[in-house]
């Protein structure tokens, strides 16, 4: 029976229990009996609350949502649980045992559907790598290939989804994080648009980063995002709500489309593989009677001074970050709490001023504007490979004092494709229509315009109908 609930999505997993074929407790026990099995080797699951779990599996006030009983993790980096451990990939608040107070808007929409919180999963240092590979917790490895990772930041919650552990799994995305590891791991990956998932009350909606999750199916990903896409008072930005639920898009027509596609960046070479992928899903895309063509928006062209302003961001970020974390543990942090790119981040972020910023962010909202110029004159979705490289052999991205920078220069080819639009804010979603010769997963990525959700459920669907890709599991998987 464990077996067979590891290849279970989420809402197959759900209408057992509406149906009576198993109770919460028996979901979340077997859930647990597989993270037991499977991380050892995998280091997904850096942090377990199992007796919560089963506790609260086994309790008449479990919500009666369309998740009830379903095991969820918690990807440890912004996502809070109130009382749980909270290190975000650094070693100053794991050494200080450090433990949030509440629970963020997400985890309580995810209580609100039902799901029960089994763990909190490995991430890069405050999620500034596309590989989990943190200092304080050890690297997650790929269950495709354990010899490599699962891409970052969201690593261990793809890990553990495309081992079996469980369905589905929190993510969060402020570069590519939802869609990189998606495309390492052979997952379906989201990343919604701004302001459709609440952000607070640790960040506001206005930032880079959004919250989903990965998972097997794209009818998990749409009905995971019904029930967690309700705005909360306050948020900075939310984005137009559907016209009606985005599990009805799963199956829907979305008629005949004009989709541009880009498979080359002018900042690096792009994979054989990772070219392959698109062009695979062109044809794909044809074949359903879609208009495929090679184009692209003409801001793609300028990604260098786009990436310059992204980075001055970025940097300035770590400063407060760190200041941030500083004082959630009484004390400032000091080169020695955090890894060497994280310190050399913060130093190099030390000489950015206020006009800095505001230079940045006006250039960020000028890429943006030109951005949204291409779906304006009627193209409907762009392809491109979610990154230009298979996933890396573990350590080739480690932090190091030597090259403090080379986590972050190595995650440019895994984001180069993705991190445009954690600017624009548009949707875009990862889907897994390739492996490489040595049977490593790579994914394409389709992007609509802003609050187009739909548009990409109804065509994410179409192509998983084709493929079938969630038969194709991991060697290693329960």
């Known amino acids: 029976m464990n077996a067979e609930l590891a290849r279970m999505d989420a809402m197959a997993q759900a209408e057992l229990v509406r149906s009576g074929q198993a109770t919460p407790l028996e979901l979340i026990d077997a859930a647990i009996e597989r993270i037991e099995f499977l991380d050892d080797e995998l280091n997904a699951v850096i942090h377990r609350r199992f007796d919560e779990a089963r506790a609260e599996a086994a309790a008449p006030e479990l919500p009666d949502g369309p998740f009830r009983g379903v095991p969820m993790l918690l990807k440890d980096l912004w996502p809070a649980s109130a009382g749980d451990p909270h290190h975000m990939g650094n070693r100053a608040l794991k050494a200080a045992g450090y433990r949030q107070s509440v629970d ?117 990903s749409a009905a995971i995002l019904d029930a967690t896409r309700a705005p909360f008072l306050g948020d900075g930005v939310v984005a137009p709500g559907p016209s009606r639920p985005y599990l009805h898009e799963v199956g829907a027509d979305p008629g005949r489309l004009r989709i541009g596609l880009l498979d080359s960046n002018p900042r690096l070479e792009v994979h054989p593989e990772c070219v392959e992928v698109t062009r695979r899903a062109g044809r794909l895309l044809e074949s359903l009677g879609h208009d495929v063509t090679d184009s692209h928006p003409v801001a793609m062209d300028e990604i260098v001074r786009f990436n310059e302003s992204f980075s001055a961001l970025a940097r300035a970020g770590a400063v407060a970050t760190l200041a941030k974390l500083g004082g959630w543990i009484g004390r400032t942090l000091g080169e020695d709490d955090v890894e060497p790119g994280t310190w050399a981040m913060a130093q190099a972020g030390r000489s950015i001023t206020g006009a800095d910023v505001l230079a940045a962010q006006g250039s960020q909202h000028e890429f943006r504007r030109l951005m949204s110029q291409w779906w304006e004159q009627g193209w409907d979705l762009l392809l491109t490979p979610t990154t230009a490289e298979p996933p890396p052999v573990l350590g080739k991205m480690a932090p190091s004092k030597e090259e403090p920078f080379r986590s972050l220069s190595g995650s440019v080819p895994y984001a180069a494709f993705t991190s445009p639009f954690n600017t624009t804010g548009q949707p875009a979603i990862s889907l897994p229509l390739h492996r490489t010769a040595d049977g490593l997963p790579v994914g394409a990525q389709l992007v609509a315009a802003y609050g187009r959700e739909d548009l990409l459920i109804q065509v994410a669907a179409q192509l998983e109908a084709e493929v079938n890709w969630a038969a194709q599991r991991a060697p290693m998987h329960l």
Request: aromatic share 4%; glycine share 14%.
């Open 104 to 220: 963020s808007n997400i985890v309580t929409r995810y209580r609100e559907a039902g799901f029960v919180i089994v763990g909190r999963t490995n991430t890069p240092e405050l999620g500034m790598s596309a590989s989990t590979e943190p200092l304080a917790y050890g690297p997650t490895h790929n269950p495709w290939n354990t010899d490599h990772g699962p891409g970052g930041s969201s690593g261990g919650s793809a890990a553990a989804v495309a081992s079996g552990m469980l369905p589905a799994a929190n993510a969060s995305d402020g570069g590519g994080s939802i869609r990189i590891p998606a495309a390492m791991t052979g997952l379906v990956g989201l990343k919604p648009s701004r302001g459709r998932v609440s952000m607070g009350p640790l960040q506001d909606e206005w930032s880079m980063s959004c919250q989903h999750v990965v998972s097997h199916t794209v009818r998990d």
